[in-house]
């Protein structure tokens, strides 16, 4: 078994991956949901930071490298927390990280940043849950141009569920077009599909004929470049 597809099963049982009826944010009818705020035990967490760290691993020096992890608050902290951390102990690859606070600090060392102390010229990866609008990325692009002037190389993400954004492309596409941000998923959506197709997880059968469809024909509607 490969860590995508140890993952997707990790999400099933975690029950962060969820099938059903929901509505985005956006509005949209899905009938498939993730939330990453159900992780919620010490065991999810290690697993989680095992995850990303295997796709780091994977993919961060043909992105450029980094020379600093970045989590945007507030998904992101323990998400670039736990992956340097088993980047570290599975792969002894000691990067420094770093995340934002909501609201500048203006007392003590004051600043809007924890961590890792970024300096210009400073190689950043940006680790994030899912992704649907980029508004977390684009607003980390705009809080690095205040602190110095850095190149944001790479975001790593749990989901692509390659949705197209407010045009025809996927958020992520716009990201790696607009930017030149180098954007890796551990898995995709039509990975989640064909995995978890007919497959039972602990004897129950997540994606059947009928949930198939469903999502194939939100993809059809919804997804970037159908």
Excluded: W
Excluded at 61 to 90: C, H, M, Q, W
Excluded at 151 to 157: E, G, H, M
Aim: overall charge negative; aromatic content about 12%; proline content about 3%.
């Amino acid at each position: 078994m490969t860590y995508q597809e140890s993952f997707i099963e990790f999400m099933v049982r975690a029950g962060v991956l969820t099938f059903g009826d929901f509505t985005t944010k956006s509005g949209r009818k899905t009938p498939y949901f993730i939330n990453t705020g159900n992780y919620k035990t010490g065991a999810q967490a290690s697993a989680l930071g095992d995850y990303y760290a295997a796709c780091i691993r994977d993919h961060l020096e043909e992105a450029g490298g980094a020379d600093v992890l970045f989590g945007p608050a507030y998904k992101g902290i323990p998400l670039v927390v736990t992956a340097a951390a088993s980047l570290y102990r599975n792969y002894e690859l000691d990067y420094p990280y770093c995340f934002n606070r909501k609201e500048a600090k203006d007392h003590g060392e004051g600043g809007s940043m924890v961590g890792a102390k970024v300096k210009d010229g400073d190689r950043i990866a940006i680790v994030e849950d899912v992704v649907t609008a980029g508004t977390a990325v684009r607003e980390s692009i705009a809080l690095f141009r205040d602190i110095a002037d850095v190149k944001i190389n790479a975001l790593f993400v749990s989901v692509d569920r390659m949705e197209k954004g407010t045009g025809e492309k996927s958020a992520l596409d716009e990201l790696r077009e607009n930017y030149g941000i180098a954007v890796y998923p551990i898995v995709t959506v039509r990975q989640i599909i064909d995995y978890l197709y007919e497959r039972p997880i602990d004897g129950k059968v997540y994606i059947d004929r009928d949930m198939k469809e469903k999502m194939e024909a939100y993809l059809r509607t919804y997804g970037a470049g159908q």
